[in-house]
């Protein structure tokens, strides 16, 4: 933890909040004299007040580690570029329109890389007067399983989740094109593009 960039970004978080010194001092159970010596670059926060300082600032631990905050201004939330993370231990499925800093279970998660499914492991999509119905043979056991499907668009993003011993069906609405994306716990992230023909 470099203490000058560290105090300079509480001293910014603190002055976004509108909170004095003391104010935020009171919040997590120091003195305005320690929140001070921070901000000055004199010392550093003990790492048992991380969490709470992260919070009261709006934050998180990383971010007041590094002493500085990673704009994304280069890809302005396309949907096209959702990322999804999923948590192994507690299969929690998150999702970001940028790239982001995800934890989960106290793992730090990497965006999947999807890739493009093979003719075999493709969905099925049937144009039922309207919506999609999607629909897969794909093995759902308790072992081996799809846990959620995604339809992504430019400007849309929906998600259905599924479960372990349930078949893979749902219906959506019919869009002109766009792209399913899913994620097995076996074989990773996939994805094929869908395109309705006039």
Not at 138 to 161: G, L, N, P
């Amino acid at each position: 933890m470099d203490q000058i960039r560290t105090g300079g970004l509480i001293r910014q978080l603190r002055t976004e909040k509108k909170l004095t010194q003391k104010e935020l001092a009171e919040r997590i159970g120091v003195s305005d004299k320690a929140v001070s010596k921070w901000e000055r670059g004199c010392g550093c926060p003990d790492v048992s007040l991380l969490p709470a300082l992260a919070e009261v600032l709006g934050t998180d631990v990383q971010v007041l580690l590094s002493g500085r905050i990673e704009k994304n201004e280069s890809e302005k939330g396309d949907m096209k570029k959702i990322r999804f993370y999923v948590c192994k231990d507690c299969g929690n499925v998150i999702t970001s329109a940028s790239e982001a800093s995800v934890t989960c279970c106290g793992n730090k998660l990497t965006a999947l890389e999807p890739r493009k499914a093979e003719e075999s492991e493709r969905l099925r999509t049937e144009d039922m007067g309207g919506e999609w119905y999607v629909s897969s043979d794909h093995e759902m056991t308790k072992e081996h399983y799809i846990s959620f499907v995604a339809y992504v668009s430019d400007s849309q993003f929906m998600m259905f989740r599924q479960y372990p011993e349930w078949d893979l069906q749902f219906n959506m609405p019919m869009f002109r094109t766009g792209r399913l994306v899913w994620y097995c716990n076996k074989c990773g992230l996939m994805y094929q593009d869908i395109n309705r023909r006039r």
